[in-house]
């Protein structure tokens, strides 16, 4: 099987999404808000020798719980207090309004230089009780939560978005998963070093190149520390598997440049493997890369094309897209020694498998009728769900807490990144200004 045939027969799941991803982008939400959750996130103060602080960070928390699907915060014009504490919220004002709770902070500039945040969490609807003078009285406001910390000021942004993640987790009991990263490849192809392998914040602020090339660049994978990123490259002419540490000025790691096809790197949850697919004996097959002993094993064996290997999350088995049934599916199969199993049977092309966090779900691409859209599957039942609406949709991600996918798609004749929630209820679109932007991948969780 050749280069070319192997990269066009699978075209849909590798193919260059033309938005840019510029320093920041706006969400334009296109559905779920209605069933979201009323919130305020109120401004947070500022006291200190500047004039203000270098990030409106009521503004990025309130930002990241709308992008969650989740919430809906109040538009800053309608807040209906301006305090910075939790003993001047007025809870009856936002019951009016049908908010269910309400975020203060503020932030202090200390003489050494550090910022002192301080924030809480009230809930409007749910009396609490308080010791006061050895008794214990019941109050009408609900301190969900409060913290503070002290943070170096070119920090302030991401710990808004801890705190956010913390707010999340708070009034949903799930993890939130805004303090974290994306990893993506922008292409200008004016320029003469035309492609840039970039990683930013997972709002888009941030951005650091990691590696730029005269050629292709393509799928980005994380490791599950977050400290390093597996791509391809084509700058020595041939497909070839690097690893690059993130946060360390060291040369990338060449893992993989066998003669014919390298490419699909993916961490194992353990960190310890790489699954890849090569065609180094001929055909293109999935083999796992031990990195500590570089031992390559091979798992597939099949005349068909097996590529885009993804682990589950417990590491002893990879789903990968074969076309050995005569057209693209997801297989099964245990790294010790078991068959194949096939996974998916609805529509006629399924690939870019992954897995939710708790393995019950199955995010991947579906085409049924002509048409490319996101889908879940539950691994139990095998029901598969069409969660977008949006057409010609690749390269799906999911979000760490396994809550929202990130993925390539066109809208009005114009190739952007969108979001959705795993259920489906919430989507938004990312529009950005010019460039090229393709292989979107969101980071594990940052330690």
Not at 147 to 174: C, V
Not at 204 to 228: H, K, R, T, V
Not at 281 to 286: M, R, S
């Amino acid at each position: 099987m050749s280069i070319k045939k192997l990269f066009i027969f699978f075209a849909i799941s590798a193919s260059v999404c033309t938005t840019a991803f510029a320093e920041e982008f706006d969400f334009i939400i296109s559905g779920g808000i209605d069933s979201a959750r009323p919130v305020a996130v109120l401004p947070f103060s500022w006291q200190g020798l500047d004039s203000k602080a270098s990030q409106d960070v009521g503004a990025v928390i309130a930002s990241d719980l709308r992008r969650s699907g989740r919430f809906n915060p109040m538009a800053r014009h309608l807040l209906l207090q301006d305090v910075d504490n939790y003993e001047d919220v007025n809870v009856d004002l936002w019951k009016e309004k049908g908010i269910e709770a309400v975020v203060v902070g503020r932030i202090t500039q200390v003489p050494d230089g550090r910022l002192k945040v301080a924030y809480e969490l009230i809930d409007v609807y749910r009396k609490t009780q308080e010791v006061r003078n050895g008794k214990l009285y019941d109050v009408s406001r609900n301190k969900l939560d409060s913290y503070s910390a002290f943070i170096q000021p070119k920090n302030l942004r991401f710990h808004a978005h801890r705190i956010a993640d913390r707010i999340y987790e708070k009034l949903t009991g799930e993890k939130g998963a805004f303090a974290t990263r994306i990893a993506y490849v922008t292409v200008d192809r004016s320029q003469k070093i035309s492609h840039r392998l970039m990683v930013a914040d997972s709002d888009g602020y941030a951005p650091q190149q990691l590696f730029a090339s005269s050629e292709s660049i393509m799928s980005p994978a994380w490791s599950p520390d977050a400290q390093q990123l597996a791509y391809v490259s084509f700058q020595n002419g041939r497909s070839e598997v690097y690893v690059k540490d993130i946060y360390k000025s060291t040369k990338a790691t060449l893992v993989a440049a066998f003669e014919g096809i390298n490419s699909a790197p993916s961490f194992s949850p353990d960190g310890r493997r790489m699954a890849l697919t090569l065609s180094r004996d001929g055909n293109p097959e999935i083999y796992v890369l031990d990195l500590i002993s570089r031992r390559f094993s091979r798992i597939t064996n099949h005349y068909g094309i097996d590529t885009e290997a993804n682990w589950t999350p417990d590491g002893q088995s990879l789903t990968f897209t074969s076309d050995r049934g005569g057209r693209p599916q997801i297989y099964r199969k245990n790294l010790f020694g078991d068959k194949a199993v096939r996974l998916t049977y609805e529509g006629n092309y399924n690939a870019s498998s992954s897995f939710t966090p708790d393995g019950k779900t199955m995010v991947l691409i579906n085409r049924t009728s002509g048409v490319f859209h996101v889908a879940t599957q539950d691994i139990e039942s095998g029901t598969m769900q069409t969660i977008t609406e949006t057409r010609l949709d690749e390269s799906p991600s999911l979000a760490p807490n396994g809550s929202m996918i990130i993925y390539a798609t066109v809208y009005r004749g114009r190739q952007v990144l969108s979001v959705v929630s795993t259920d489906g209820r919430f989507k938004a679109r990312l529009p950005s200004k010019t460039g090229e932007v393709k292989a979107p991948v969101w980071s594990p969780y940052l330690n």
